[in-house]
DNA sequence: GTAAATTCCGTAAACGTTTTCGTCGATTTT
DNA sequence: AAAATCGACGAAAACGTTTACGGAATTTAC
């Protein structure tokens, strides 16, 4: 009735239960017809190896942490398909938690996963405060961040070029004659909002056109976010011939104000996003935006952390990807 | 630097192992004295228990593993932000793996969480298969699944009652002057898109109306899949003036599909859904459809796992919950 | 005042593996 | 033929906990 086990398996094969180890783990040292013997006898009794009584003794769980801010965010779930089956075909499991938007909740789940002993974290931060908040934790355990980036930030990250990729998303606003143009939803708090940011003011400066800034002081993203700043935003005159939001999302819920408002896109305002999230394509949406990599970004952070784990001692890498343009029908072209 | 264990603690405490394991687990045989000096010293030293080791001896692991067929399908995104969060709330973990539609990978993955030793096992089925695939597994660990369910089926559920849900949708679109209406996307190989079959069935042959189902051989319900039924279906003359979808996300694949050929919804036709996810209230897409509680079917799922857990040998339960319909603006009335 | 009960704590076994070390027989070397 | 080498396997320690058991010290009961 109970779990078969090692020991059992050993006292049927009449072997020392060292010598089962060795015939399920490729080791040398055991003679070819015993091991056959051996593996045949374990199939027999639908023998499975205990993974805790290993991670045990090996001192190693082959279990990764995934902290994300909200695993129903579209880009969360899409970055979470990739790295779950990115990771186990790399031998490794994910274990899953929502920080919820939420600094301390962030950090206690950082500990929880401690406890579990996983061999390493991947975390999408709240936000820059994470770093701080985090300092004494990720010094513990192997750690790679995905998303918030800042060339001097002793830590590993991933991330895409997000200076980079806004002030592409302006340039092309520009070159379709738009010279007003509203950034909506910068994320206080948010190195990569500061960052987006940025590549927006850039271009501006660079181009000459004035530069209007919405920030954001909710910690989310969300299509809820993005419809109570442009209502509040529709409420009076505005002469912004485009908007470019911090995220798609922020896009959609622009989209949804603007609809309710009577405005058309790309008709009477050009849109854009940043992300490309899988919605994003859809007809009714139609968002012209910006690529973020997703299935590169799970992939290069998992290596990063497999590295890591193997090496521990090694000093902090990180992965900037390019974004790249994704021009569908949210924008149109007006006369200079 | 290595972590601080028990034994550590112990020796700085002056007491042996057992005291401290006494003192933290909150046992009652030990002094109250002692208690606050040892639990004191463990904060200084900064000891957290290994959850490893502790697994080991208490014979279970307080992880529960979860089945998705994908992570990035919106409606298993939103039910697992609730599981994991009211996992966690029980004191439990999650570990997350992604079917991927493919009954040999699901098949695969619970060996794995099993091997894995989680203490449970939720899961939200490939097909109408996965049950006589699992059906050796689900014998070996408590096993609850979501979302596929069958009055005579042997194994504990919780699911909508599709049926029902179907029945009032059809009966909606019926009330609203609607007499030829397509069902589409009926998947083959699931229970649960036979019970909505059944139930727009029922409500067509109560109504007196002739039922037209256009079925789907694609396991997935993807965007996808809901543009290239509809596409094929608008290329000759239709008469239907309403489409009821087995899903939302179909739902919105066939809004994609009537909007390149120029059908207007809800003008030239009326279309509705199923799961009311997140993206179906958004205006671009306003889609009348049925409401999954994914709250409440993640909370009973959970609470009918942990009692399963902690007595095994309990028969099988099931618990189904009701749809209720979510009327939007995707739907419209018309003349008799 | 002693016997019994109670309180508090230490000893040690157990959980199921991996791996080091040692042993024994067989094979090769001199 | 004796010595050295090698291959295959067993014995046992180790990983970090929990907990049953037992013992000493203290309290309670007569």
Redesign the pocket.
């Known amino acids: 009735m109970?779990?078969v086990?090692?020991?059992d398996v050993a006292k049927v094969a009449?072997?020392?239960?060292?010598?089962?180890?060795?015939a399920?783990?490729g080791?040398?040292?055991?003679?070819?017809?015993?091991?056959k013997r051996v593996v045949r006898i374990c199939e027999e009794m639908g023998?499975?190896?205990?993974s805790?009584?290993?991670s045990?003794?090996?001192?190693r769980t082959n279990i990764i942490g995934l902290i994300v801010t909200s695993i129903d965010n579209p880009f969360m779930s899409e970055m979470t398909a990739h790295l779950e089956i990115y990771a186990r075909k790399c031998g490794y499991n994910l274990m899953v938690c929502n920080s919820s938007y939420d600094l301390n909740l962030e950090k206690e789940v950082f500990s929880l996963l401690m406890g579990r002993k996983v061999d390493g974290i991947i975390l999408i931060p709240v936000g820059n405060e994470s770093y701080d908040s985090l300092k004494n934790l990720t010094a513990q355990v192997p750690t790679v961040f995905i998303g918030e980036n800042m060339l001097d930030l002793p830590e590993n990250y991933v991330s895409v070029d997000n200076t980079n990729g806004m002030q592409q998303a302006t340039e092309y606003l520009y070159s379709l004659g738009h010279r007003s143009i509203l950034y909506l939803g910068a994320r206080e708090k948010s190195m990569t909002h500061q960052l987006r940011v940025d590549g927006y003011l850039n271009a501006c400066k660079k181009l000459g056109i004035e530069p209007n800034v919405i920030r954001n002081s909710d910690p989310r993203s969300s299509f809820r976010v993005g419809y109570a700043l442009a209502k509040a935003h529709f409420e009076t005159p505005f002469s912004e011939t485009a908007i470019l939001c911090a995220a798609d999302t922020l896009a959609i819920g622009v989209i949804q104000a603007a609809y309710e408002k009577g405005i058309r896109i790309p008709r009477d305002l050009s849109l854009m996003g940043f992300d490309n999230i899988s919605f994003s394509a859809l007809p009714p949406i139609d968002l012209t935006t910006v690529n973020q990599p997703k299935q590169e970004l799970a992939v290069a952070a998992l290596d990063m952390l497999i590295n890591r784990i193997k090496k521990p001692e090694a000093s902090h890498t990180k992965t900037i990807l390019s974004p790249s343009l994704v021009i569908r029908n949210s924008c149109r072209a007006i006369g200079d």
Chains 1, 2 share one sequence.
């Open positions: 109970g779990v086990t090692l020991k009449g072997v020392s239960y060292a010598t089962v180890s060795r399920l783990s080791s040398p040292e055991i003679g070819e017809s015993t091991r023998y499975t190896p205990n805790v009584a290993r045990m003794v090996m001192k």
